[in-house]
């Protein structure tokens, strides 16, 4: 393989980026390291000689080979795809929020529907030679939700490209992936402090659901919201058991929980966020035991889903021909929504 062939360039680029940033990709092309050597200016000019070759002729300026590089739908998505790669790494540092959160792949924007369904009755002693009774699923109102889209279009001048500092560019797109992340953990934050009515029009939180105390965080009331945990009422009154997992907490509790935690040996793993209330706390079951919070995730396939998937992309923008440069548009489709209200104590002042 050489690399002053543009075809063998072009397929070894993508690894080529992601080893400029500092990252060693999975079995990466045998020139990537190579190429990884090169500037940028340079990676655009093996993509304009991609053009060159296909269209079969040479612009009378050298200078233009860049430019046609940078033109390329594929030079922009194998950019894109790199950066993506720099601002997921990021936004998966940044989101405390994910273990709280069941993952739901949904295949386009339009609203999801989430009824509350529960078997009428639960398993029953069957003797020997008896009879199996039967009952139906009971399903309450549902709540709707939809996946949002939050952007943005990044121009990368030529004087910029041609400079090299990758270090910048990086940065960049990098600080999209924290904004990715807190954007998500606002969402999802605001939507258990707003107490919204769930399914059966009753709010999340309700002294008479056995779901809310007004005591500050301290061992004692950690105990009591621990019991509480283990005896919500499910449909027909029987415990919903559930074993306490997360403890989420307000940033001037943070220490608090922390050592609260160590000091009894909980097992919690503390969860902060800007975005709750000072003196709020909440005490949470595992999202695969008993789900309170939902994540939706864009997956128009059919594969398996990945719980701690980014929901940023990057992408060329629509073209500007008054722009020098390459545009490139970061996009993260992001929709959190409160489904169920068991797995769930609400602690602190109201």
Request: a negative charge; one cysteine or more; proline letters at 7%.
């Amino acid at each position: 393989m050489n690399i002053a062939n543009p075809r063998e360039a072009m397929a070894a680029m993508a690894d080529a980026v992601l080893m400029k940033a500092g990252i060693c990709p999975d079995n990466p092309h045998p020139l990537a390291e190579q190429l990884a050597d090169r500037t940028f200016a340079q990676l655009a000019e093996y993509a304009g000689e991609m053009t060159i070759i296909e269209q079969g002729r040479r612009p009378s300026s050298e200078r233009a080979v860049m430019g046609l590089g940078l033109s390329r739908s594929d030079f922009g998505m194998i950019l894109g795809g790199s950066f993506r790669h720099l601002a997921s790494r990021r936004y998966s540092e940044f989101a405390d929020h994910l273990p709280l959160c069941a993952p739901l792949p949904v295949r386009d924007f339009d609203p999801v529907e989430f009824p509350d369904v529960m078997a009428e009755q639960d398993l029953e002693l069957i003797g020997e030679g008896g009879e199996y009774t039967s009952s139906s699923l009971v399903s309450y109102g549902p709540v709707s939700s939809r996946l949002q889209t939050y952007g943005h279009v990044i121009n990368i001048s030529r004087h910029l490209i041609v400079s090299d500092d990758i270090q910048l560019v990086n940065n960049l797109f990098a600080q999209f992936g924290s904004s990715a992340a807190r954007v998500e953990n606002r969402l999802v934050f605001e939507s258990l402090e707003a107490n919204p009515n769930m399914q059966d029009s009753a709010p999340l939180f309700h002294a008479d659901l056995g779901n809310i105390t007004i005591d500050p965080l301290t061992a004692a009331s950690l105990a009591s919201a621990t019991g509480m945990l283990r005896r919500q009422p499910l449909l027909r009154g029987e415990p919903a058991n559930n074993k306490a997992r997360f403890l989420v907490v307000s940033p001037d509790l943070e220490i608090i929980a922390k050592g609260l935690n160590k000091d009894h040996d909980a097992g919690l793993e503390i969860v902060a966020s800007p975005y709750i209330k000072d003196g709020r706390w909440y005490l949470m079951a595992d999202p695969e035991v008993s789900p309170v919070i939902h994540r939706m995730i864009l997956q128009p396939g059919s594969s398996a889903v990945d719980r701690n998937r980014s929901p940023i992309d990057v992408e060329p923008a629509p073209k500007d021909i008054s722009y020098d440069g390459l545009r490139l548009k970061v996009r993260a489709d992001i929709g959190p929504v409160v489904t169920g209200r068991i797995g769930i104590v609400r602690g602190g002042e109201a």
